[in-house]
């Protein structure tokens, strides 16, 4: 079955940087294209990036053009969120999201990333 696990969240202070991770199985990872979305306290949960299923295209939520890039490793079925220049508005939870042929949207557990001084 598919299963979506992140990991690399955690504290930062602001200006900061960190790199999220998320090993995909169960599925044919290299034949799709992958999704960051993120939930803050008391928000809907919204898009941060998306990304080709060769890595040769990406687009990116407004608020992180610039700070956040994107990146997979198929070998490793493996999708990355580097994020620089962390602002406390990034708080919240990271998942990632595959979307199956037949539009079935499928999410990992999330990651916490928190960011103040």
């Known amino acids: 079955q598919v299963q979506l696990v992140e990991s690399g969240g955690g504290l930062v202070q602001p200006g900061g940087s960190l790199t999220l991770s998320c090993a995909a199985s169960?599925?044919?990872?290299?034949?799709?294209?992958m999704r960051w979305y993120r939930q803050g306290p008391g928000k809907e949960r919204e898009f941060v990036a998306f990304?080709?299923?060769?890595?040769?295209?990406?687009n990116y939520a407004d608020s992180v053009k610039g700070r956040f890039t994107i990146s997979r490793d198929n070998a490793k079925r493996t999708v990355y969120l580097q994020m620089n220049r962390l602002k406390p508005e990034d708080t919240a939870k990271y998942y990632c999201?595959?979307?199956?042929?037949?539009?079935?949207?499928?999410w990992g557990q999330g990651t916490q990333v928190t960011v103040s001084s």
């Open positions: 999201k595959h979307r199956s042929i037949r539009d079935y949207d499928y």
């Open positions: 169960g599925f044919t990872f290299s034949n799709y294209g």
């Open positions: 990304i080709t299923s060769n890595g040769g295209s990406t």
